[in-house]
């Protein structure tokens, strides 16, 4: 009896396995920009978007011309784990000097996970940074807004989620998850794109074969008991 009973529980876990490694690359574009009626973008639909108008600033020596600001994604290969944090990518912020008025203040991210495994496909995930960059002493920042884990994938009687969890940076004690990048004007600085994968069983029935087992199963218990009880 107790073999039965363990040979039904093995059954039932082995179809709720799932696959808990992905593996495959990534690309990125930016899109969807937002900002004042005078607002100045190139790069819209690439991975590298610029925004503002540079602006000339004067020291008692000499005039000069910045660039605009702007945001360069570069693509990497991930093999993951669920649960595991991994690297999605690299932005660079470099933080150009700009005049008011025709800088950007959101632009869109959308990042594509092609997979090789456990199957070839492709999935795109869209998220928000908020862009603060005009003339100013003090510096700037760009922003990632939070996202919530997005189904990408059901497998094996699992629901398999994404989630862009913000920006990595490296300090003494190691990389350090933060939601802002911010800069002194003039300066850039290339950060990493952190992701992480987490799953949840799937609201699904289970296969008829397990339904049948389990009948038998219940079925054979019941006779079992019926003989014990004429045997007494």
């Given amino acids: 009896m107790k073999n039965l009973l363990l040979l039904a529980t093995f059954l039932v876990a082995s179809i709720s396995a799932n696959a808990a490694t992905f593996q495959g690359s990534t690309s990125g574009t930016f899109e969807n920009p937002t900002g004042p009626s005078g607002m100045i973008t ?3 639909g690439t991975d590298k978007f610029t925004w503002g108008q540079g602006a000339t600033t004067c020291s008692k020596k000499k005039c000069s011309s910045s660039d605009p600001s702007s945001l360069t994604y570069y693509d990497t290969n991930f093999n993951a784990d669920v649960n595991q944090t991994f690297i999605a990518g690299y932005l660079n ?7 008011s008025g025709t ?6 991210f959308a990042l594509t996970l092609d997979f090789t495994s456990p199957s070839l496909f492709s999935e795109t995930f869209t998220y928000g940074f908020s862009l603060d960059n005009t003339v100013n002493p003090q510096g700037d920042s760009v922003t990632f807004l939070n996202s919530v884990p997005t189904k990408f994938l059901s497998h094996e ?3 398999y989620y994404f989630e862009l969890t913000g920006f990595g ?8 998850l933060v939601d802002e990048l911010f800069l002194k004007e003039g300066k850039d600085k290339t950060v990493k794109l952190l992701g992480q994968f987490t799953s949840m069983p799937s609201e699904v029935p289970l296969p008829a074969a397990v339904w049948l087992f389990g009948s038998g199963l219940m079925g054979f218990m019941a006779m079992r008991r019926r ?3 004429q045997q007494a």
């Fill in 42 to 44: 190139t790069g819209v």
């Fill in 169 to 176: 940076i490296h300090t003494k004690k190691g990389i350090q």
């Fill in 157 to 159: 009687g699992t629901d």
């Fill in 227 to 229: 003989a014990k009880a």
């Fill in 93 to 99: 912020f470099d933080n150009g000097v700009i005049y």
């Fill in 103 to 108: 800088q950007a203040e959101t632009v869109d």
